[in-house]
């Protein structure tokens, strides 16, 4: 019972979705506030997913209805659950178990794969495209992630408790820590799927890419799914590299992110891959041979 | 807190598809216009997006030619409803300079139903404005 509540209420699903829908919010109106706007109210968020809640659902003639309807629950699901083993190292410390790290990590991937699953079954060739190139996202940005958390492994000494990076201090005050807290906050805005790192959904060029057949509820759940990983990604970071998560550190990677994505073009997905695997790729090795050295 | 109703929320988050028949550009930049800073649509909710599929609302610029007529009406079958549809300009909602050209067919509402005509050639950023809070109120029934 208390797991249930755990997962649907506070730290999980709907704890994170509200906190997510604030982040939204925050995003849209700082993004306005560059642009000289005004940004849209508060509530905005909100009135997005309701009003998609009311819409008609459309499956598209030729898709595979299964794959097409499961891939958002699949996708809100399992961000959910990051999100509540997150919120619980967070909020009941002495609830983490050894490993949850690598769960996490995991099931971070989920939305991604999750997405691509729902493109490819779209039957809509710019939805392949984006499932393609969504698919080549996820091999380039997942290297960097992995090797990032590496370095925060090998810094404090073979910890994947959660819970227990609070206490160890933050990683990214050391140079190798530093190193992969750079690579991570790159890493962090692709697996958002933000500017620069949008070439999958690319609005103005495949006009949704991934996302072109869904509407109504469907698409309600993979907004969903997008704030809670607006939540979940940054305070991994934050718990990672700054030693534990609190909302001024939450804030400031939010804001960052919202910067970059408003000061950067979109990448081609070539460039993408080339950054990730041909630049980024040495300079990770390079910090867990620092970290390995004990610098 | 305002009352949770349906039409409520649907008229506070509007997003947009914008459908370009055969337009001249002229309209197609003056909608860029409303979203610049100056009239930020944003504000309402109003946003562009790429995909019919996840529209609450269709402009459709320009004359209707015999290429983009079955295109039309095949857009607005793919739509989620509800759906607004918008003649926005001259051209779409009454023919315009083009009402004796062999190429044009018929004006938009012949086509599909239409819920807001916006007049102008092209129609200036207010002009569209007051269309929207036109479609919204008529949607609410209050004209």
């Known amino acids: ?28 109106k700082v993004t306005a506030r560059v642009q000289w706007r005004v940004g849209p109210p508060m509530l905005q968020p909100l009135y997005d997913v309701m009003k998609l809640f009311i819409k008609e659902n459309i499956v598209p003639e030729h898709a595979h209805y299964l794959t097409f309807a499961a891939a958002p629950l ?7 659950l990051a999100a509540t083993i997150i919120g619980m190292s967070i909020f009941f410390p002495s609830s983490g178990f050894q490993g949850d790290l690598i769960v996490v990590a995991y099931l971070l991937v989920i939305p991604a794969l999750s997405l691509i699953l729902g493109a490819a079954a779209s039957a809509n060739p710019l939805a392949s495209l984006g499932a393609s ?3 080549k996202m996820v091999l380039s940005y997942e290297l960097i992630f992995w090797i990032a958390l590496i370095v925060a492994w090998i810094k404090t000494g073979g910890l994947l408790n959660l819970s227990l990076f609070a206490v160890n201090g933050a990683v990214g ?7 992969a807290f750079a690579l991570m906050l790159i890493t962090m805005q692709a697996k958002l799927g933000r500017v620069p790192f949008d070439a999958a959904e690319a609005e103005t060029e495949i006009s949704g890419g991934t996302y072109i057949e869904y509407s109504g509820p469907l698409l309600g759940f993979f907004k969903m799914s997008q704030y809670i990983m607006l939540v979940a990604v940054p305070a991994l970071v934050s718990i990672i590299f700054l030693g534990g998560a609190s909302i001024g550190k939450y804030v400031i990677l939010l804001v960052l992110i919202i910067l970059a994505e408003n000061t950067n073009p979109r990448l081609k997905i070539t460039q993408c891959l080339r950054l990730f695997w041909f630049f980024l790729l040495p300079v990770g090795l390079i910090a867990i041979i620092l970290a390995t050295l004990g610098y | 807190m305002p009352v949770i109703n349906k039409l409520n929320i649907l008229t506070k988050s509007i997003w947009v598809f914008h459908f370009a028949a055969a337009a001249c ?7 860029l216009d409303v979203l610049t800073p100056r009239f930020d649509a944003e504000r309402f909710g109003i946003k562009l997006i790429g995909s019919i599929k996840h529209a609450d609302a269709m402009l459709v610029s320009g004359i209707v030619t015999r290429k983009t007529a079955h295109m039309l009406k095949d857009i607005y079958a793919m739509a989620p409803q509800p759906l607004a549809v918008v003649a926005f300009g001259s051209c779409a909602s009454s023919q315009g300079m083009f009402k004796d050209s ?12 239409v819920n807001a005509y916006i007049p102008g050639c092209p129609p200036r950023p207010e002009a569209i404005i007051d269309g929207v809070v036109k479609v919204i109120k008529k949607l609410r029934g209050e004209i």
Do not use: K
Request: include cysteine; glycine fraction near 6%; charge should be negative.
């Open chain 1, 1 to 28: 019972m208390t797991t249930l509540f755990h997962y649907l209420i506070f730290p999980g699903l709907l704890f994170a979705l509200v906190v997510g829908m604030i982040a939204s919010w925050i995003e849209r």
């Open chain 1, 74 to 80: 699949i996708s809100f699901v399992s961000a959910g």
């Open chain 1, 133 to 135: 190139r969504e698919m």
């Open chain 1, 173 to 179: 005050a050391s140079v190798s820590g530093a190193i």
């Open chain 2, 25 to 31: 550009n002229n309209c197609d930049i003056e909608i």
């Open chain 2, 102 to 113: 062999c190429m044009r067919t018929v004006p938009v509402d012949e086509i599909i139903p």
